[in-house]
Each structure stands twice: as C-alpha cells, then as structure tokens.
C-alpha cells in the first residue's frame, strides 16, 4: 500500500518560509507526477506545483515564491515556500499519480481530480 506522508507544516507570520516534505514510503516514483495541492476551508482543492518526469510547473500565484523538488535519495517530495502570505493558508496535500501522462502544467490545474495517492495533509497557517 502507497502511503505519503506530509511534514514541515506550521504557523509563521507573512513574508516567512517554510518548507514541507513528503516521505513517499520507500516507493520511488520513476513515472507519472508528484505534486503538492492545498485546500483551504470551503474551497476546492487546487494545485500548487507538481514535478512529472523531471518537469516542473506552478501555479501561476505561487511561481515565484515556491519550489518544488523531489530527493531520490531519500524518496521525498518537497516544497519550499518564501514570501508566505495570509492567502496561502491552507491544509497542503502531497499527492503522487503514477499514471499521469499529460505533463505538470495539467497536472496542477486539474490533478486533484486524477487518480492520485493522497498523504493526510499538513496545516500551513500565514498570520
């Protein structure tokens, strides 16, 4: 069974960072798309930045301020955020499809709705 776990999730004022991880289990994921997604309360889930075989891509509100990377090492997907605002606050999501083959820019604006293994989540509040 696929499990990922979130991590690096916390409170931090504006203009702060943070980054997040996600431990993806012992499972390398050669194919197909990871990908970071939030959910803030009474929203639908939307797409941060996904990586799909070496490729990267953002959300248009969070290029500049957000990177995306994933450490083969380790099998961990991470997302470093800078400039942190209060609309960032949200639950993130880390995500991987391993049968996703329409790039990362799709996959973040509609991979919430593929087929995806799903972490629990870990909470980013921006005061």
């Known amino acids: 069974q696929v499990q990922l776990v979130e991590s690096g999730g916390g409170s931090v004022q504006a203009g702060g960072s943070l980054t997040l991880s996600c431990a993806a289990g012992?499972?390398?994921?050669?194919?197909?798309?990871l990908g970071w997604f939030r959910q803030a309360p009474g929203l639908e889930r939307e797409g941060v930045a996904a990586?799909?075989?070496?490729?990267?891509a953002y959300a248009d509100s969070m290029k500049d301020r957000f990177t995306i990377s994933k450490n083969k090492d380790k099998d961990t997907l991470n997302l470093q955020m800078s400039s942190l605002k209060a609309e960032d606050t949200a639950m993130y999501y880390c995500?991987?499809?391993?049968?996703?083959?329409?790039?990362?820019?799709?996959?973040?604006?509609?991979?919430?709705?593929?087929?995806?293994?799903w972490g629990q989540g870990t909470q980013v509040t921006v005061s």
């Open positions: 995500a991987a499809s391993p049968l996703y083959n329409l790039g990362s820019r799709l996959y973040v604006l509609r991979g919430h709705k593929a087929h995806n293994f």
């Open positions: 012992g499972h390398t994921y050669s194919s197909g798309c």
């Open positions: 990586i799909c075989d070496g490729d990267t």
